[in-house]
């Protein structure tokens, strides 16, 4: 499965953003379905991920509260809303599905189907 995240742009701190996640070649209601981001200078990071039915979202603690996963296996998408932005958030944001199926751990490793990414930027 190939997929592309979009949405991604410039944006004051306590703003909003929604990005999206497209599959093609492939459905995804089969996987598990995160979202890592990797800020300049530092490692790919967690942030959220959602079982294939939808249910059980996970998220790092930095951004509970904030973010929302959600998926429309109908449309093939995910996407993660994402609300109250703080400059700590700005980094390339990545949708990726489990090599496990229906389960997911939070390594980077253990997610594939990287694609190229999009850039939120949130400024003070």
């Known amino acids: 499965v190939q997929l592309q995240a979009s949405g991604g742009g410039l944006v004051q701190a306590g703003g909003s953003l929604r990005l999206s996640c497209a599959a093609s070649g492939r459905t995804l209601s089969t996987y598990a379905v995160g979202w890592f981001r990797q800020a300049p200078g530092k490692e790919r990071e967690f942030v959220a991920a959602i079982s294939w039915g939808g249910g059980r979202p996970d998220y790092t603690d930095s951004v509970k509260g904030r973010f929302t996963i959600s998926r429309d296996n109908a449309k093939n998408t995910v996407t993660l809303q994402m609300n109250s932005l703080k400059p700590e958030d700005t980094a390339v944001y990545y949708c990726?599905?489990?090599?496990?199926?229906?389960?997911?751990?939070?390594?980077?490793?253990?997610?594939?189907?990287w694609g190229q990414g999009t850039l939120v930027t949130v400024s003070s």
């Open positions: 990726v599905t489990s090599k496990y199926g229906s389960s997911w751990s939070r390594r980077a490793a253990d997610f594939g189907s």
